[in-house]
């Protein structure tokens, strides 16, 4: 397995971990997953979720190809904060078609420019480097799961059903430069947004979607 403890950095300069089950060199046409956790610091319910997927990963041996952000955000993760360490929202920063300047709140900020983020970066350059098949996201907000592009369906049914969350073609609100835009909206790649009971116990996360995490990386498609 691959890992890399500074495979990028944040804003504020602090590393970014990346896991995977090959050098994402060598990913490149293996149609892998991709799955990150902690877009948004204030939401460790998703950092939680990620991280308990990579140990199922690490023991468990996959037949598909992977690659795991633990926490994207480690500048807000730090800090409690949403946004990350220049106060940008960065499931608005990504550089897709819909991304806008403006903002009703500080907490959505989605930057000064389209991808200004070198966190948004970071993942866009990954997404152009290994070609992921899907993306799965984890947040917390209101329980459910979403996912934007039809052929993500299976595997979303797969968390829906392990976690007995709502399933849904979409958020509920308009999310402009967010990951799906960018995923789905532009590059046609299914994006599947977990979002976890915010302010849930660590200890009752991983039970609920354990089914369905192995269910998605025993399966292929």
Known sequence: MFHDKRWSLSALGNP??????????????????????????????????????????????????????????????AKGTRVNGRGVDL???????????????????????????????????????????MIIHCHSWKPCIVFSGEPGRPEAEMLARSSGYALQPEIGYPTPGALSQFGWADRGIPVICIEEEAGAKEADVWPRFAEGMREIFKTRP
């Open 16 to 77: 970014i971990e990346l896991h995977a089950s090959q050098a994402p060199a060598s990913l490149k046409g293996e149609n892998p997953i991709l799955l990150m956790g902690g877009v948004h610091g204030d939401e460790p319910e998703g950092v939680w979720l990620a991280r308990s997927t990579l140990t199922l990963l690490q023991k468990e041996k996959s037949p598909l190809p992977w690659a795991l952000i633990p926490c994207l955000n480690v500048d807000g993760f």
């Open 91 to 133: 499931n608005r920063n990504y550089p897709a078609k819909s991304w806008a300047p403006s903002f009703e709140k500080e907490r959505y900020h989605p930057g000064p420019s389209a991808g200004s983020e070198p966190e948004t970066q970071a993942v866009v350059r990954l997404i152009e480097e290994i070609q992921p098949r």
